[in-house]
């Protein structure tokens, strides 16, 4: 946790102190994961995060900030090991950073739990990452979504068995409402 809790620490003083660029956040009265109606716009990224739960903030600014560096060509500062991913491969290293982040506050810091970061983080853990982001974002990522549906039958089935026992809900992207 202390390397996460370094890299945490170094990117939200940039998010704050770095004058090259702004990642806005604004508060929403709905559950939201963190690319729920992201905006990248020029030097800025625009988020929203869900008011009930403000600790979700920082994970979701990770997100957008980390989008941003990589729209920037500045992603090598801040996660070197996706300097170069693009498409599927480099939303699931920015949401792999994401769930580390919540993580870190769900485990040191002890803050309330939130539905959409804690999915996050059950799903990296439980080995469905790829499932839950082609899930809940079926209109995404298409050519990396067919061939990991041809490569993993019926993963998909029991990522949603797992969700629905997990969680006792469905996942995003099959719920009939938000």
Known sequence: ???????VNREQDNITNDPTFMVETRPSVDEVYPWDRMEISNDTVRLYFDARAPDSRIPVETYGHLHLMAKMGRLQEFLPEAATATGFDLEKAILGRVADAWLLGRTVYDVSPYAPLDELIYARDAGYLDAFIFTARPDEFAEARAEWARENPGRAEEYRT?????????P?????TK
């Open 172 to 176: 995003p992207g099959l719920r009939t």
């Open 162 to 170: 797992w969700f629905r026992k997990t969680f006792n809900r469905e």
């Open 1 to 7: 946790m202390d390397s996460i809790n370094e890299w």
